[in-house]
């Protein structure tokens, strides 16, 4: 069978290659600048840079502390952690799983057991401490950087995304989609 003739009963055409290269180049920048940043974030926390501009950017956000915004910070951070958003995911991964989608489930779980061994590797190799909290709040006892919610949900909500775009066939769906997850 010819190449030309495999796009044919595929169904491929050259702009859906051509859209298949442009979405794969431009995730490739992205995951380079993202790894430049985290780099050059992590090159300044092991160099010790970090605290003084921490304990700044601490003391002016809590400048706009209020009792109701605490309560909304303190359900967003129990929400978007690992301790919700694994228990979360399984039982998405398990849903999918029953409804025979077992590509999806077998995704889900590769990227939690992606994003836990990463975070807790990366925890390891930075051990930075914890600030302390400026209210009656219980810290993790791990680590504080890098983010463990902010890899679990990128992970969980970027993963969705991925699974839940593929299926849709409205560019405004997806796109809303998307939102929502960066917005989560």
Known sequence: MTDSSFREESGTTGETERLLTATLIIALVAAVFALLVFSWLGREVVTGVTPAMDERLRVELHTHASPGLTGFMIAVSRF?????????ALAIAL???????????LLIIVTLSGAGLLNTLLKQTF???????????????????????AIF???VFGGLAVLVTDRLGSTTLRALVWATALVL
Do not use: M
Request: hydrophobic share 40%; net charge positive; aromatic share 16%.
């Open 153 to 155: 949900a990128a992970s």
């Open 95 to 105: 849903g999918f799983l029953i409804h025979g989608w077992r590509r999806g489930a």
């Open 80 to 88: 978007g952690g690992p301790s919700w958003l694994v228990p979360i």
């Open 127 to 149: 051990a930075r401490s914890r600030p302390e909290a400026f209210f009656d709040y219980p810290l993790p006892v791990s680590q504080s950087f890098p983010s463990g919610h």
